[in-house]
Nanobody, 123 residues
Framework: VQLQASGGGQVQAGDSLRLSCAAS????????AGWFRQAPGKEREFVASISGSGTSTYYADSVKGRFTISRDNAKNTVYLEMNSLKPEDTAVYYC?????????????????WGQGTQVTVSS
């Protein structure tokens, strides 16, 4: 599976952005997908994940209620809708995918990664 993230940009606090992650491969719907982010000087951290069918989602506490992960398997694409953005959401955002059905938050559990897309939120 090859992943390509897009949709980042520079916005003001309180604005919204939608990130997209386009995947190659006809069986993408069998992979669990996730978003991670890495701020300058910090470790990469889990943001959200979604099951292959899209019926099960998990979020980091820091984004719960503001971010929504979704997917369209017909388009082989996973989305991250980000609302009420804060300066602390500034980071490079990465999409990732893993085989298997279990929810995971650790980087090492994801085998496939896209390139990052920069999100900058100014106050």
């Amino acid at each position: 599976v090859q992943l390509q993230a897009s949709g980042g940009g520079q916005v003001q606090a309180g604005d919204s952005l939608r990130l997209s992650c386009a995947a190659s491969g006809r069986t993408f719907g069998t992979y669990r997908a996730g978003w991670f982010r890495q701020a300058p000087g910090k470790e990469r951290e889990f943001v959200a994940s979604i099951s292959g069918s899209g019926t099960s989602t998990y979020y980091a506490d820091s984004v719960k209620g503001r971010f929504t992960i979704s997917r369209d398997n017909a388009k082989n694409t996973v989305y991250l809708e980000m609302n009420s953005l804060k300066p602390e959401d500034t980071a490079v955002y990465y999409c990732a995918a893993r085989e298997g059905r279990l929810h995971r938050t650790m980087q090492r559990d994801y085998s496939y990664w896209g390139q990052g897309t920069q999100v900058t939120v100014s106050s």
